[in-house]
């Protein structure tokens, strides 16, 4: 499910964007002002879009975006009365991917948010988030908690098999076979060797790698695994 943060004071524009971007499937999480958006999106670990207004009561569109580029580089579309060029050229400079003034067309918002989310998709296709783990399989790279974590070349192949195949229990053998080759003839129990050493690295997110008794292991990450770090 695709989450999509709307900030804005008026109640009346927040339905009219979220009846439209229902439609589309999208999940619609409301802000009235700048200080519930940050409140919200410090507290969401998953907040995929955010539709940001600039005139708004105790913090202002262009300070909500300041805050959330320190942390975070999710799309942001500023929507906003301020037609100006120079209000637009602040917009960009302060990082928004997208900038649409009003009273604009709800259904020309859902095409610009479906073609910055699709952007969005394929730039970040090589990258997997799953609860606090992230693996970047084009940079080789591993994070737990935000924090880098240094696998070698077996452990990383081992992690993203797993992870691909999320869900799944995998037997030694089809593991063995799939991360090791099949011209590999040492013994199965390389697999709880890497196994072991692998959730040893991953810290808080080893509990994601699950042994299945008499078969072999299993990916999984549960509504509860986030909440560790």
């Known amino acids: 499910m695709i989450n999509i943060l709307v900030v804005d004071d008026e109640e009346r524009m927040r339905k009219i964007i979220k009846d439209f971007l229902k439609i589309q499937g999208y999940n619609v999480i409301e802000a009235e002002n700048g200080e519930k958006a940050i409140e919200i999106f410090s507290s969401q670990k998953s907040i995929d879009l955010i539709l940001l207004d600039i005139m708004m009561p105790k913090m202002n569109g262009w300070e ?8 975070s580089n999710v799309p942001i579309i500023m929507l906003t009365a301020l037609d100006g060029e ?3 050229l602040t917009g960009f400079k302060l990082g928004i991917d997208e900038y649409i003034s009003k009273p604009f067309s709800p259904k020309i918002l859902v095409a610009r948010v479906n073609a910055i989310l699709k952007r969005t998709n394929s730039q970040n296709s090589n990258v997997q988030k799953l609860g606090e783990l992230e693996i970047n399989k084009e940079a080789h790279t591993v994070t737990v908690c935000g924090k880098p974590v240094e696998l070698s070349f077996k452990e990383f192949e081992l992690l993203t098999y797993m992870t691909e195949n999320k869900g799944i229990a995998l037997s030694r ?31 808080e997110c080893s509990r994601y790698i699950k042994t299945i008794r008499g078969i072999g292991y299993k990916f999984e990450v549960s509504s509860d695994d986030d909440e560790n770090c």
């Open 64 to 71: 909500v975006c300041k805050y959330i580029r320190k942390f």
């Open 86 to 88: 120079a209000d637009e």
């Open 173 to 203: 053998d089809k593991i063995l076979n799939n991360v090791w080759n099949y011209d590999y003839f040492g013994d199965v129990r390389t697999i709880d060797t890497h196994v072991k050493k692998l959730r040893s690295k991953l810290l």
